[in-house]
Structure formats: structure tokens, C-alpha cells
């Protein structure tokens, strides 16, 4: 089976950039999704397809994928951005695969 | 605007079976191209997706559930069926069911119901 693995943890002040990894063989030859999970909340999709976003999502996230590693970066973090994140890959072995998530606090 | 909302029991109890339903609204399974998805989250832990259902009626199931899952769809009524048999305490979650978006090889998830938590407790 395909696994991703994420960092249990990051932390960021306000205002300055963050930095999310996911890491997975040849991660690069596949297009991943980042999603947002609110304590008490359900998902929400913030990038799809390594780099794009949705309707309503702000412009601070952003993603990125080559070779091993997916990132999902939040410039300008807030307060708000707090929350649980998880990254998401197709493979025809599995065939959907998420991270174990990381948990980003806003310090 | 696309809703979906998870409807089901609270409790079960360890080898029964797990019947949910996912009403949704803003789009149609009769559809081409439109997916529904379920996917579980144990207290704490990570997602799983679960089981993935087409417009054209294809089914794919996770891999080493695919004995115990069913899933279906009415599109008179906008719903989405899993049936989850032989239910243990390690499958206490909460159920998530989420449309299902397809592009260039790779699937994403881009509506999510609220979810609803299955406890497996006798």
C-alpha cells in the first residue's frame, strides 16, 4: 500500500509563514489535496491538485509538489489558520490515501 | 450550493451491521462525472476513505474492507448507501460522506457532510 507521512506537529506565529510536508514515494508523479479540520469541524478542502484553490479559500495557502514531498504553505498565518491539516493522493494500489495530519498552532 | 448531511444509528453493537445514509442537495448522481465518497475518522486519529460510488453506478471499496462494505445510491431520493457488516469496537469513527471531484488522474474531495459518529460498544 501507498502511505503518506506528515509531521504530528508545527508551530508558527502570527503573521509569519508556515510550512506543512508531506512526503511519499515519487509524491511528485502525483497531484495531492491539502484539507483543513476545525476542532468539532469536518474537512475542508483548501488545495486540490498540488497547487490550486478553491472558491473562498484566501490566498496566504498555497501548495507545492516534487520529487518525495508535498508542502502546503500559509503565508501570513492567523489566528484562525489553527487547526488540524491532511494531505490526500491518488494511487491505484490504495486507491485514496491520506497523511496522518499535522496539527498546526498559531503561537 | 452542494450539502450533504449523515444519517445513521449512534450505537451499534459489535457484529451487527452499520447502515448509513448521505442526503445530499446542489447536484445529482444522475450526473456525468458526479462521485460520492465515505470516509471515517477514529476519535483522534486520521482519515480512511471508505468506498466511492459513480454516477454510472461504479463501485470501488478500500482494499481490506471490501467484504464487509456496500455501497449504493437512489438518485430519486439524492442518496448514498454504506452498509458496514460484522461492526467491531475499532470501528467506532465518525462517518463522513463527501462529493467527490475528478480531474486528471487524481480524485479530491470538495464538499463534506458534518458527520456522524458510530459508536460499536455492547
Known amino acids: 500500500s501507498y502511505d503518506l507521512t506528515q509531521p504530528p506537529s508545527v508551530s508558527v506565529s502570527p503573521g509569519q509563514t508556515a510550512s506543512i510536508t508531506c512526503s511519499g514515494d515519487?509524491?511528485?508523479?502525483?497531484?495531492v489535496s491539502w484539507y483543513q479540520q476545525k476542532p468539532g469541524q469536518s474537512p475542508l478542502l483548501v488545495i486540490y491538485?498540488?497547487?490550486k484553490r478553491p472558491s473562498g479559500i484566501p490566498e496566504r495557502f498555497s501548495g507545492s509538489n516534487s520529487g518525495n514531498t508535498a508542502t502546503l504553505t500559509i503565508s501570513g498565518t492567523q489566528a484562525m489558520d489553527e487547526a488540524d491539516y491532511y494531505c490526500?493522493?491518488?494511487?491505484?494500489?490504495?486507491?485514496?490515501?491520506f497523511g496522518g495530519g499535522t496539527k498546526l498552532t498559531v503561537l | 450550493q452542494v450539502t450533504l448531511k449523515e444519517s445513521g444509528p449512534a450505537l451499534v453493537k459489535p457484529t451487527q451491521t452499520l447502515t448509513l445514509t448521505c442526503t445530499f442537495s446542489?447536484?445529482?448522481?444522475?450526473?456525468?462525472?458526479?462521485?460520492v465518497s465515505w470516509i471515517r475518522q477514529p476519535p483522534g486519529k486520521a482519515l480512511e476513505w471508505l468506498a466511492r460510488?459513480?454516477?454510472?453506478?461504479?463501485?470501488f471499496y478500500r482494499g481490506y474492507l471490501r467484504t464487509r462494505l456496500t455501497i449504493s445510491k437512489d438518485t430519486s431520493k439524492n442518496q448514498v448507501v454504506l452498509t458496514m457488516t460484522n461492526m467491531n469496537p475499532v470501528d467506532t469513527a465518525t462517518y463522513y460522506c463527501?462529493?467527490?471531484?475528478?480531474?486528471?488522474?487524481?480524485?479530491?474531495?470538495?464538499?463534506w457532510g458534518q458527520g456522524t459518529l458510530v459508536t460499536v460498544s455492547s
Open positions: 463527501a462529493r467527490t471531484d475528478y480531474d486528471s488522474g487524481t480524485y479530491w474531495f470538495d464538499s
Open positions: 446542489g447536484f445529482s448522481l444522475n450526473t456525468s462525472r458526479m462521485r
Open positions: 460510488i459513480d454516477w454510472d453506478n461504479d463501485k
Open positions: 515519487k509524491l511528485g508523479d502525483k497531484y
Open positions: 491538485q498540488d497547487g
Open positions: 490526500q493522493a491518488w494511487d491505484t494500489s490504495t486507491p485514496v490515501v
